[in-house]
């Protein structure tokens, strides 16, 4: 399954990136982790609880981070497992510069194998699409506060 997209955010480049590029900081944004561990500054692992509509899935998941060009381009791949499901994920964002700040153009392709996955792509998209508008809410959210607090007001509109 393929999911897409993009968004502006109304700060510069740069607090984008450090917040995109923070395992950490990222791990404060995704719904579900339980908890999270930084093995090297390419690779961690999160434990999570995926909702499934009426139930949720445990998951343990490593990322590795497999492409970084800064303030312009990351990608990461992603292994999860749990009782009824191997995941794997590739995503990738690209940055630009707009006159409102930043425009971020990501992309998902994820995977589900198992009893979870044979539930069909009809029923599992609107789940990660659900998830990924939480993750980028809340990232707008964080980017925004940090904008602030560094001084960095938010892009003109002009």
């Avoid at 791990?27 to 995926?50: C, H, Y």
Wanted: charged residues 20%; glycine residues 8%.
């Amino acid at each position: 399954m393929k999911v897409d997209g993009e968004r502006e955010f109304r700060v510069p480049c740069e607090i984008l990136w450090d917040v995109l590029n923070d395992p950490a900081k990222m791990a404060d944004l995704m719904p579900g982790v339980q908890s999270f561990t930084i093995k090297d500054e390419r690779n961690w692992t999160a434990t999570v609880k995926v909702p499934l509509g009426l139930g949720s899935l445990a998951m343990t998941i490593d990322f590795e981070q497999t492409e970084v060009r800064p303030l312009e381009y990351s990608s990461l791949h992603a292994k999860g497992n749990g009782v009824g499901a191997i995941m794997n994920m590739q995503t990738s964002f690209a940055l630009e510069p707009v006159d409102s700040g930043t425009r971020m153009l990501w992309n998902a392709e994820v995977s589900v194998l198992g009893p979870v996955g044979a539930m069909g792509q009809r029923v599992l998209q609107p789940i990660v699409k659900q998830q990924v508008n939480q993750v980028l809410t809340a990232l707008d959210r964080r980017v925004t506060a940090a904008a602030a607090e560094s001084g960095s007001a938010p892009a003109s509109t002009a």
